[in-house]
């Protein structure tokens, strides 16, 4: 016993009469180019990754001549989505659309950095004095057809915008049906 505590001891007080590790026999230099078997000789990477999306990200699953359906929810009509919440919006069409009908959009904290607004079937032109309101206050609008405006706000959510998006539904002929019927 007293031989093995002495040879431990040994072991320990000298370092080089341990072998080296196998994987520290050679370690590329600086600038050295490394090929797909060098990185063994490093520890991998590992990433956690904290939250997927958004607490309450709003995207738009599906559109029809009724409404919408916003995560699962049904909104009939019209709508005013916001970062947090769904809004009944009322107008009819884009003749509606006037500064105050989008007055919600700049009164809220954080501010929303650009709301797409779907307008039907087609793209409508808006008033110039909407527009210019809007960008006073530092507010992007894009005019879209109801369809191309709710993949367009899908997008911007999913980059992390604060996006807000004022959609009148199509009148007809187009309906997205939800990805999840399509499953089935």
Avoid at 39 to 46: G, K, V
Avoid at 70 to 90: D, K, Y
Avoid at 163 to 169: C, K, Q
Wanted: glycine letters at 8%; a neutral charge.
């Amino acid at each position: 016993m007293a031989a093995a505590l002495l040879l431990r001891g040994l072991c320990r007080a000298r370092p080089a009469l341990r072998p080296p590790p196998a994987e520290l026999l050679w370690a590329p230099r600086r600038g050295h180019r490394l090929t797909p078997a060098d990185d063994e000789l490093y520890q991998r990477t590992h990433i956690t990754v904290l939250q997927r999306e958004g607490p309450h990200a709003a995207y738009i699953d599906s559109y029809s001549p009724r409404g919408f359906v916003v995560n699962g929810n049904r909104v009939f009509g019209p709508c005013a989505l916001l970062p947090h919440s769904v809004l009944q919006w009322n107008v009819g069409s884009h003749v509606d659309i006037t500064e105050e009908s989008l007055s919600l959009f700049w009164m809220l904290e954080p501010p929303i950095e650009i709301v797409v607004v779907g307008t039907g079937d087609r793209a409508e032109r808006l008033p110039p004095r909407v527009l210019r309101a809007m960008r006073q206050r530092g507010i992007a609008v894009e005019v879209q057809d109801t369809p191309n405006a709710c993949a367009t706000f899908n997008f911007l959510c999913h980059e992390g915008r604060v996006t807000g998006a004022a959609l009148i539904p199509p009148p007809g002929g187009t309906v997205l049906e939800p990805l999840a019927q399509d499953a089935e």
